[in-house]
Structure formats: structure tokens, C-alpha cells
């Protein structure tokens, strides 16, 4: 899928295709005569049919599963909005290249075929407090280095980010396209006490403020105040929709990238598993917007798709007893009276 223009963007999230409803009731049939009592896998079994549902195989597989991080650089950091300096984002995308960082070895222990896309890091985005992010050009571009990444015949899409002060880029997508209190979706980041979170809320404010007269669209308030590596996830979730592969998402950042399309499209992230709830605070709230449940709880607010790759094998396991428990009559074990 290529992304040419805005009204192209804008068409392809209007018209989302859904899952295999034929497939999937097949996939109910199946684990309706499995060797358990009904429901007694829970969420697994949840897990097994929304798979079967959006790959269109009764017995979904997870043999090529992807994760892919997406880094950019922020205009917006001169304001001190991070608790480390930008140097940090070309930093970590070459421990990430050089396999030491925490994904590295959390894909390798999912199974998860890694792939590392920066984007520009030498040209960081405009300071959203006074202009636009991203030109239009460079938000299609961006969009479309996240679309190029989805492969039609991938079983599971992972996606994770870095890029210092994008957890800033967060919030104000969150709080101009869903609403509410701008402190609702400010967290400390990467590490700010409270004097430099409430700093985050005031430049998140006079962006939001600048901003107030633009257009509403998810197109514009991406290119306005995301960022390259948050315009590319949202490119590879939209692709990933349109090709019916289902989609991890990691955490509130990540997560942060899809509340402008969900904003204009509620039912953009029904393919989406939210791998885990993160310990920044606007996430757990942005879930709720999505109505995601969190697959796994464990204070994790790295990034990088961590979350994502920890929770791949609860999928896995989903599809091991989907795809490998006997039925009731291949076991000649009685069924339920």
C-alpha cells in the first residue's frame, strides 16, 4: 500500500476491510469440541480466534511474525522536554543495530524477525510550538516508510518506537484528537520529576493553543505535532489493516500514533492487540479509547516495542492449543452431557 497524498491517506482510512467471519465462527467450531471445558483457556482462547479471524485460516500460524521500531528525532526537545539529549536517539538506533539492546534480545526470545527503520535522524522534525511538525511531503513519506514495512503474507505485525521527546509528540496527538485534560496524558517520560512534567504540559499547551484554528483530520494533526517514527507506525497499522495482518502494538507512544486515525475512524484498531499497558500514565487511558485490553501489566515504560515482543508468546501459546489439542472424539474423551 502507497500513500500518494492526503486524500489518499484519507481514503484508505475510510474504507477498512474486517475479518473473516466465516473463518473465524470455523476456528469457534473447532474450540468448541477441544478436550477442555468451554472458556476455561480464557483470553487464549480469545487470542486463537481473533488470529483465525484476521489471517482467514481456521488454524492461524505465527511463522512469520515481524517486529519493526521506527526512530525519529524531535524539533521539539530545545524546549527540555527529555531527560536525556537528542544524541541519544542515533545512539540507541545504533546499539539496536549493533543487537544490544533490550528488543534485541526480547524479539529473538519471541521469535520476532527484527527490523530497524530511522528515519532522518539528522534532520529532526520542527518545533510544534510555533509550525507544523512535518511538511505534508514529509509526513507522506514518513507514513509510507511505515507502509513499506507490512508484507501481505506476514502472520503478525509488532511495532515499537524510539526517539527522544516523542513521548511529548504523544500526549499532544492524544489530547488534540481525544480530548480532555492536557495532564491526563503527560507522563514523566523518559525520567522528569514533577516541575518537569508540568513543563511538558506547558509546551504541550502552546502547541495546542497554535495549532487550535487547523484542520481536525488525522493527516493534519499527525503532520502538526507527531513525528517521523509516530507518522510511520501509523502508515504500517493503516497497511497492516488493509492487508488483514493483525497488529502488537507496544506502548503509550506507540499506541499515541493511531488516536488521530481512531479519532477519525473508531474502528481502525480492531485488528490491533495491545501487548501491555505501560506505566505512563496516559496510556491505560488511551487503551480504553481504543477498547483494547491489555494483554500483559508489568511497569514496563521502555519502548522500542518491549512490550510487544513480551507479549508474543502468550500468542503463541494461544495457537499452540488451538492448533495442537485433540478434540473430544480424537481423544475418546466424553464431552459434556
Not at 308 to 334: D, K
Amino acid at each position: 500500500m502507497r500513500f500518494d497524498s492526503p486524500e489518499a491517506f484519507a481514503a484508505a482510512l475510510a474504507d477498512l476491510p474486517g475479518p473473516d467471519a466465516a473463518v473465524r465462527d470455523a476456528a469457534s467450531a473447532r474450540q468448541a469440541q477441544l478436550t477442555k471445558p468451554a472458556g476455561s483457556l480464557g483470553r487464549l482462547e480469545e487470542i486463537a480466534l481473533f488470529m483465525a479471524g484476521w489471517q482467514g485460516k481456521a488454524r492461524p500460524s505465527l511463522d512469520r511474525a515481524r517486529a519493526v521500531i521506527f526512530a525519529g528525532n524531535h524539533g521539539v526537545t530545545r524546549h527540555g522536554v527529555s531527560a536525556f539529549p537528542a544524541d541519544v536517539t542515533v545512539q540507541m538506533v545504533a546499539n539496536f543495530e549493533a543487537g544490544g539492546a533490550a528488543i534485541n534480545q526480547l524479539a529473538r526470545e519471541a521469535g520476532l524477525d527484527l527490523h530497524i527503520v530511522a528515519l532522518d535522524l539528522d534532520n529532526p522534525t520542527a518545533d510544534f510550538t510555533d509550525g507544523p511538525a512535518m511538511r505534508a511531503d514529509e509526513c507522506l513519506n514518513a507514513l509510507n516508510r511505515g507502509a513499506e514495512m507490512v508484507d501481505a503474507d506476514l502472520d503478525l505485525l509488532a511495532v515499537g518506537e524510539m526517539g527522544i521527546g516523542n513521548s511529548t509528540a504523544a500526549a499532544a496527538l492524544c489530547a488534540r484528537s481525544l480530548g480532555g485534560d492536557v495532564r491526563d496524558w503527560v507522563g514523566p517520560g523518559t525520567g522528569l520529576d514533577a516541575t518537569g512534567v508540568a513543563h511538558k504540559v506547558a509546551v504541550i499547551k502552546r502547541a495546542l493553543a497554535f495549532h487550535a484554528g487547523a484542520p481536525h483530520d488525522a493527516f493534519e494533526t499527525l503532520r502538526r505535532l507527531g513525528g517521523r517514527e509516530i507518522a510511520a507506525i501509523a502508515g504500517a497499522v493503516l497497511a497492516a489493516r488493509h492487508a488483514r495482518v493483525p497488529v502488537m502494538l507496544d506502548g503509550f507512544i506507540a499506541c499515541a500514533a493511531l488516536a488521530p486515525l481512531v479519532a477519525q475512524q473508531p474502528s481502525l484498531a480492531e485488528h490491533c492487540l495491545a501487548g501491555h499497558c505501560s506505566a505512563e500514565p496516559g496510556h491505560r487511558r488511551l487503551l480504553h479509547q481504543f477498547s483494547l485490553t491489555p494483554l500483559l501489566q508489568l511497569g514496563m515504560r521502555l519502548g522500542e516495542g518491549s512490550g510487544a515482543a513480551v507479549a508474543v508468546p502468550i500468542v503463541r501459546a494461544a495457537l499452540a492449543t488451538h492448533n495442537g489439542m485433540a478434540t473430544f472424539a480424537e481423544a475418546s474423551v466424553s464431552g459434556k452431557l
